[in-house]
């Protein structure tokens, strides 16, 4: 009964959450909407979310989370150093990726994590091919922007989801 009223327990929390955050008050029909946006939403979106693998490694993901936040920040300053120098340094590239993954909910984290990484967004994410297109705003060649994404983050996505 209770997945039926609440198939995605999580995202309904984490969606009334965030409503609270955004609305910057918990006033009594602030948190009644974010209940029912959060209920709301999950319910209208349980014949089409995909079934989440579950996280086997969890130490393995905090950690995972902490790289990728200490990535954001380093490559923030890189790309600011790029933009602000001369245009004719940048070495930009569109790379394809063949993935190891065929979990779609893990090739999305992972082409997730390449977007939010600033000087890296992906430009297309193929599951059934296994494939994921970036685009490096400076790579010196396919094979290192290749390296970096398989080695510092598929790796261990399939650590953490064992997939």
Known sequence: M???ILPHPRLAVGLALLWLLLAN???PGNVVLAIVLGTGIGLAVRSIWPPMPRIRAPLK???YVWLVL???LVANFQVARL????IARLRPRIV?????VDDPVVAALLAATVTLTPGTVSVDLDVEARRLVVHALDAPDDRSVIDAIKTRYEARLKEIFRC
């Open 2 to 4: 209770t997945r039926r």
């Open 25 to 27: 008050s918990i006033s």
């Open 61 to 63: 993901a905090i950690a």
């Open 70 to 72: 200490g990535d954001i």
């Open 83 to 86: 933009v602000l120098g001369p």
């Open 96 to 100: 394809t990726i063949a993935l190891d």
